[in-house]
């Protein structure tokens, strides 16, 4: 277990987690033997600090890693190699170390939205007996007191309290998902992984979830990782975004810079993707040449190179590093690319 240092802390923001050169590869294998001829290399070396009561939000086109990165940070699937540090009461523990039982206590800390309200709940159980569960784990064995405090937070997501008895089937996609909002709240955790928890849903909807999302953090003092490909619920919603790409980041920096400044030229092109309302606005959108490289062959050298309209001889060699380009201030804008020094 580390203790808390000063260099765990950043611009007086205490840190919650820090993930040191995490990597998520999954095997592939072939024959009658299983013999193992490759990995899809999921997320590949990510590191990246989280600080309390902060949102910030993983975007990147579908198979970059995002989920697959939200999954392992929370132990959810089994991390190739790196650290994920948590931040427990000034102490920091490698959650990825952890034996079942601790794992168990540290999962009261750490809880998740699933993308799919509809598969997230199972069809079998009412409500009230799949929320039970969370809170017979840790403790909570009365089935009054269970039913009040379920009952309670289901009419805080707007709900009722005939919610309780009810099946999912008999739920909207909004409702379900306000479910799953509850559910993720039961134990009153510190950090929520927000998996697309809002691109199933109708737009309106999707705005008053993120609103009662926001009323959470404000009341509880959250922290979310906020997974989305939506990047206007980025601008709304996120306090910094971490971009990534094949299995890395490549840019991570403050919402209103990253939208003001974006430096990486794969950045440029999300944006640039981003509609408009205003049918008369003529926006230069950058079209990107290419697939997506394969994650179990990721290409040589900086892993956009393939796609980069400004590729040299050095990009298709060297892996760029992640380097802050803002030194001499406290607004820090980290950047992968050989075209920032």
């Given amino acids: 277990m580390l203790e ?13 987690l820090s993930i ?31 600080y309390k009561g902060e949102t910030i939000a993983l975007v990147g086109e579908s198979g970059c890693g995002k989920t697959t990165l939200g999954k392992a940070i929370l132990n959810l699937v089994k991390s190739t190699n790196g650290e994920v540090l948590y ?11 952890l034996n079942q039982e601790e794992m168990k206590m540290a999962r009261s800390k ?35 007191t269970q039913r009040k405090i379920i009952s309670d937070l289901l009419c805080e997501v707007n709900l009722s309290e005939e919610a309780l008895n009810r099946y999912p089937n ?78 890395r980041i490549v840019e991570l920096c403050k919402t209103e810079e990253l939208f003001s400044n974006p430096l990486h030229p794969y950045t440029k092109a999300l944006l640039s993707a981003i509609p408009v309302a205003d049918i008369d606005y003529k926006k230069n959108q950058i079209i990107l040449k290419g697939d997506v490289p394969s994650p179990v062959n990721p290409p040589s050298g900086c ?20 380097i802050n380009i803002n030194k001499d201030n406290d607004e820090q804008h980290w950047v992968s690319c050989h075209l920032y020094k």
């Fill in 170 to 247: 008999e739920f909207s996609g909004g409702q379900r998902q306000r479910i799953g909002i509850a559910r993720a709240l039961l134990i009153n955790p510190e950090l929520i992984v927000c998996d697309e928890a809002v691109s199933a849903l109708d737009v309106s909807i999707q705005a008053q979830v993120l609103k009662l999302l926001e009323k959470f953090k404000q009341e509880r003092n959250l922290t979310y990782l906020f997974i989305t490909h939506n990047l206007s619920v980025v601008e709304y919603f996120s306090d910094r975004v971490a971009v990534m790409y094949l299995g």
């Fill in 110 to 144: 750490m809880q998740i939205i699933f993308q799919d309200p509809y598969s997230s709940l199972n069809p079998a159980f009412t409500i009230f007996g799949s929320l039970r569960e969370s809170l017979s784990t840790y403790g909570i064995k009365s089935k009054q």
């Fill in 4 to 16: 808390l240092q000063e260099g765990f802390k950043m611009n007086n923001k205490e840190i919650l």
């Fill in 20 to 50: 040191k050169d995490l990597k998520t590869y999954f095997p592939i294998k072939k024959g009658v033997i299983k013999r193992t001829v490759g990995a899809v290399k999921a997320v590949d070396g990510i590191n990246l600090d989280i």
């Fill in 303 to 322: 892993p956009f190179h393939t796609r980069c309209q400004y590729v040299t001889e050095q990009c298709k060699k060297v892996v760029p590093k992640l």
């Fill in 87 to 97: 931040n427990f009461d000034g102490k920091f523990q490698d959650i990825l170390k």
